[in-house]
Each structure stands twice: as structure tokens, then as C-alpha cells.
């Protein structure tokens, strides 16, 4: 019998009552921080699960994590979008992993896409993940032992993310923090989720704003190294030298940005 609590801590928006719970497979303890338009507190029990919503009048994912994150309690927490569908006995696999390798401060897990135009990175093997691996993966499918979270002070960016002034890399920032920090990241073939990945509400095409927000994002992580990071991202992405020119250009922008206001 395993000794370590859990917790699912889920961002979600714009929702009444208990329903995303069982549309989400859950069966286990969480917390759900739903942003909206009034603030308010409801906790029961379902199938003898401890569940807990918390409504805010406010808008920004990393916002909402780190809302779940100051308020989860259980030795083993793990990250989720309301977007997900759980795998029968995910809480016993998360945990028996954990069990299983306690040399991991944080296990990034399987999650499969159900839209094939928006496939999501497969995991063959367990192992380690680098500063650079950690750069392909979200943090909805990251389970942390959460006082490794807490000793580190570690949280969630307000300037990145869905909500805030830079479109996306919330999770990035975070996974990097914690490899800086000195955490040991593992990733793991075990599957614990399904997403439906039908909408982005951060991504809106490859715009200026895009490319820019981006720039951004690469100078938040890799400070001395951005502008080669920069350079070998728009190479590697782009068929045509004019594109990546055209990327180039707008990278240092953003990188210029940052680096001003920082």
C-alpha cells in the first residue's frame, strides 16, 4: 500500500458545479481552480475523493496554477487541463512510479492526443530529462513531489502563458526553474491521460506577436544564449533562408524587449 498522497490540480474556466470532474475521469483527490466572473468555494466528496473548486474573478494560466499549487497539500501533485480524460487507475500508476524511482523529484508522463492534427510527443523508455529535452514537454502531464516545489520556491511565470502579455512558455519557464533549481526530472511511458487538444487560448497563427513572444521566452531561459538559441530555432524551423530571416528578426525583437524591461 502506497504511503503518498495525491492530488490532481486542474485550470479550468468558466464552469458550474462538479460535471468537468467525471468528464474528466477523475477519481482521485484535486483541486480546481476555475476562473470566471465571481469568486467563490465549494468542496465535497465524490466516490470518497476530497475535490475542491475554487472560482476567481481573474484570467492567466500561470495565475491559475500557481493558485492550486499554494493551496495542494498531498506529498505527490500533478498538473492537468480541463481539456483531459484520465486512464482507469491513473492515481495508482502515478504513485507506483514514484514508488518505484525515488530518485525522481518530478515524472513527466505519457499523455496521448485524440486530434491527430495535433499530435503530442511520445515517450518510448524512462530516463532522465535535460535542460534542452525539457524544452518539448507542457506541464499538463507533470506530476512533482510538491515540498521539493515548495523547498526550491519554485512557481508559475505571470508574464508567460495564456492570459498574461506573452502568449505561451508558463511551463517552460517552470520546467527549466526546476532543473536550475536542482531537481531531478524523469519522464515516463506510462499513459495517464487522453487530451482532446481542439482549441489553443493562447495560440492564434504564426503572427508578429507570435514570433516576438517568443524572442521573449528564449531570453527568459536562456539569458546569454538567446540570440544563438534564436538563430538555430528559426534554421531549423524554416525551409526558405528568406523565413528564416524574416523569424530571425522578429526573435531579437522580442529578445530585445525582454532584456530592456528586465
Not at 32 to 60: H, P, W
Not at 140 to 169: D, P
Request: net charge positive; proline share 2%; hydrophobic share 40%.
Amino acid at each position: 500500500m502506497c504511503d503518498l498522497s495525491y492530488q490532481v490540480l486542474v485550470s479550468t474556466m468558466n464552469q458550474e458545479g462538479f460535471n468537468l470532474y467525471e468528464l474528466m475521469n477523475l477519481n482521485s483527490d484535486a483541486i480546481m481552480i476555475n476562473q470566471c466572473d465571481q469568486n467563490a468555494y465549494e468542496n465535497i466528496t465524490l466516490n470518497n475523493n476530497n475535490v475542491k473548486i475554487y472560482s476567481f474573478n481573474e484570467r492567466g494560466i500561470g495565475l491559475s496554477r500557481n493558485s492550486a499549487l499554494m493551496r495542494a497539500t498531498a506529498d505527490i501533485i500533478e498538473f492537468a487541463d480541463d481539456d483531459m480524460i484520465f486512464v482507469d487507475g491513473y492515481q495508482e500508476l502515478v504513485l507506483k512510479e514514484f514508488e518505484k524511482h525515488p530518485e525522481a523529484d518530478a515524472i513527466l508522463f505519457s499523455v496521448k492526443s485524440l486530434n491527430d492534427k495535433r499530435p503530442l510527443l511520445t515517450i518510448n523508455r524512462f530516463n532522465r530529462v535535460r535542460r534542452l529535452e525539457a524544452l518539448k514537454y507542457g506541464c499538463a502531464r507533470l506530476a512533482v513531489r510538491r515540498e521539493k516545489i515548495l523547498y526550491s520556491n519554485i512557481s508559475f511565470s505571470l508574464l508567460f502563458g495564456g492570459g498574461a502579455k506573452y502568449g505561451c512558455g508558463e511551463d517552460t519557464i517552470f520546467l527549466q526553474d526546476c532543473l536550475k533549481a536542482g531537481l531531478k526530472i524523469y519522464k515516463s511511458p506510462l499513459l495517464v491521460a487522453y487530451v482532446k487538444q481542439d482549441s489553443s487560448s493562447w495560440f492564434n497563427g504564426y503572427t508578429d506577436k507570435y514570433y516576438k513572444d517568443k524572442g521573449n521566452l528564449f531570453a527568459a531561459i536562456f539569458p546569454y544564449f538567446c540570440y544563438i538559441y534564436a538563430i538555430l530555432t528559426a534554421l531549423k524551423n524554416s525551409k526558405k533562408i528568406i523565413d528564416s530571416i524574416y523569424k530571425i528578426k522578429l526573435y531579437f525583437e522580442g529578445i530585445k524587449e525582454f532584456k530592456r524591461l528586465k
